[in-house]
């Protein structure tokens, strides 16, 4: 069983021990999308939500998020994020909302699952504010768009 980083050789889980890895410069970039009707649109872009500014709400939740990943995700390793951001890119053609999440650290692991908890808290928030307009809010294509430092390497997903 020893092919699998996280669990030991009887088959237990475990954290990964990254003592001995070096600490490197590393980066992740992660997106995901909410889709709404037209008119949950235009309440967001008009900032005509009753429960605030929907966007920067979703943007602190997300950096929030990125900075307690270690607390939802079971072998996560805590870390010390040096940097967190969460934009936003409406689209009124798709009545949709492009999250994009970027985080920085210098440290022996990754964070790319920062990053797509950070998407992902951000979607979340959205829905939360505006599921009384919007019910059938769709949240999808969360992935890790770029990564980079650490032993595998850099990553660039594919331009579809």
């Known amino acids: ?8 050789d009887k088959g237990r889980v475990r954290m990964v021990d990254v ?4 600490q490197t410069e590393r980066q992740a970039v992660a997106q ?4 709404m009707n037209a008119a949950t649109f235009a309440k967001i872009a008009d900032q005509r939500v009753k429960k605030g500014n929907v966007l920067e709400t979703a ?3 997300g950096i929030m998020a990125a900075k307690r990943t270690a607390e939802l995700i079971p072998m996560c390793h805590p870390l010390c994020i040096s940097h967190a951001a969460v934009d936003f890119f409406p689209d009124e053609a798709t009545c949709s909302i492009r999250i994009e999440s970027r985080v920085r650290l210098t440290g022996q ?5 920062e990053a797509l908890t950070a998407c ?3 979607a979340l928030t959205i829905y939360d504010m505006c599921k009384s307009y919007d019910k059938a809010m769709m ?3 969360i992935c890790l768009l770029e990564k980079s ?4 390497g850099d990553f660039k997903r594919p331009s579809e």
Do not use: N
Not at 1 to 8: I, K, P, Q, R
Not at 32 to 35: A, S
């Open 1 to 8: 069983m020893t092919e699998f980083t996280h669990l030991d």
């Open 19 to 22: 003592t001995a890895k070096a």
């Open 32 to 35: 995901g999308r909410i889709t």
């Open 59 to 61: 943007r602190i939740a």
């Open 109 to 113: 692991t990754g964070v790319e699952m």
């Open 120 to 122: 992902s808290v951000a």
């Open 139 to 141: 949240i999808t294509d």
């Open 149 to 152: 430092g650490g032993k595998s």
